[in-house]
Nanobody, 126 residues
Framework: QVQLVESGGGLVQAGGSLRLSCAAS????????MGWFRQAPGKERELVAS????????YYTDSVKGRFTISVDNAKNTVYLQMNSLKPEDTAVYYC???????????????????WGQGTQVTVSS
């Protein structure tokens, strides 16, 4: 059974940093792309960043480029999202997701992802 467990959310002031972790278990993830999504109240869930498990391909939405970094620790089966220079508009529930892919492709649509974590709240105060 696949499990994705997020941690690392919390309350931080604008300009601060947080690192989110997603511990993955239940199968070998070498043929998966991992994504961090976020959903703010009243808004649709959006892809923030994505990475193929071997790290060959990455994607960032424009609003976080230069501030967020996604990475994978294969030994720990964990995906990270380092978030720096946080802004109040980054406030949302952040979700980890996994998408099976044989071509190391990254997708932005939520419907393309097969497994989801329960989410972790990130709140950035101004």
């Amino acid at each position: 059974q696949v499990q994705l467990v997020e941690s690392g959310g919390g309350l931080v002031q604008a300009g601060g940093s947080l690192r989110l972790s997603c511990a993955a278990s239940g199968r070998t993830f070498s043929n998966y792309a991992m994504g961090w999504f976020r959903q703010a109240p009243g808004k649709e869930r959006e892809l923030v960043a994505s990475i193929t498990w071997r790290g060959a391909n990455t994607y960032y939405t424009d609003s976080v480029k230069g501030r967020f970094t996604i990475s994978v620790d294969n030994a720990k089966n964990t995906v990270y999202l380092q978030m720096n220079s946080l802004k109040p508009e980054d406030t949302a529930v952040y979700y980890c997701a996994a998408k099976f892919t044989l071509r190391a492709s990254i997708a932005t649509m939520t419907s393309k992802y097969d497994y989801w974590g329960q989410g972790t709240q990130v709140t950035v105060s101004s």
